[in-house]
């Protein structure tokens, strides 16, 4: 991660997942008091000289509260393992932006992985995300059971995020795995969730999925996706 803002500090959509794997990276960081706004505007000017590549994307969170965890936001990095993900910038903006960034927030925690199934969505109308966090024991079987959940009900998930992804670096509480969904806001997720378990094809294949360790779930808004 370290590496990922040392980069973004010296420049400074659709993600379709074929045989490019698109690997992500996050920040969870506490946002000092009153800087949402300046963080997310230290982010335009940072990146207003920079094209993003290969599916690469840049997203701003605000997280709602979670036990036993300060972070206020996360920044997340997609980019395309092995491939080029961003050309032009500008070193002067890069270091304006992480004497900016410094001051602006703490980070808490860092953690990277992979995506390994994804259907992009309408962030705008749907911002509110709900994650996951598993320790499957079967990981290619949950992989197989996530896919013919998404595919089943794609009229369901229409215009949604749906992902599925590893953790590989610095695993937060230990989790190895994640599923994230969006929806419009509290209210939306619950009458999907009340529809799609009242359906025995649902229940079904989500025991298809197998056994796992549901470690945590957590919901964020996003604020801001550069691509």
Do not use: C
Request: glycine share 6%; aromatic share 10%; no cysteine.
């Amino acid at each position: 991660m370290r590496k990922i803002l040392l980069v973004l500090s010296s420049l400074l959509a659709t993600v379709v997942l074929s045989a490019q794997t698109m690997s992500f990276g996050v920040s969870e960081v506490i946002v000092k008091e009153g800087f949402e706004d300046d963080l997310i505007e230290a982010h335009d000017v940072a990146l207003e000289s920079v094209k993003l590549l290969n599916g690469a994307q840049i997203i701003i969170e605000r997280l709602r509260k979670q036990k036993n965890n300060e972070a206020t936001h996360r920044v997340i990095w997609f980019t395309p393992l092995g491939l080029e993900w961003f050309e032009g910038g500008n070193e002067d903006k890069g270091q304006a932006f992480w004497a900016k960034y410094s001051n602006m927030v703490e980070t808490t925690n860092e953690y990277s992985g992979r995506i390994l199934s994804w259907q992009e969505g309408n962030t705008e109308e749907n911002n509110y995300v709900h994650i996951w966090d598993y320790i499957p024991e079967n990981p290619k079987q949950f992989k197989i059971g996530h896919d013919k959940i998404v595919k089943k009900f794609k009229n369901d998930f229409q215009g949604r995020v749906v992902g599925f992804g590893t953790y590989d670096l610095q695993r937060p509480d230990n989790a190895t795995h994640w599923v994230a969904l969006t929806g419009k806001n509290r209210e939306d997720h619950l009458m999907l969730y009340d529809k799609l378990q009242s359906n025995s094809e649902f229940t079904k294949l989500i025991a298809e999925r197998g056994n796992s360790v549901a470690v945590k779930d957590y919901i964020a808004e996003i604020l801001k996706v550069y691509k």
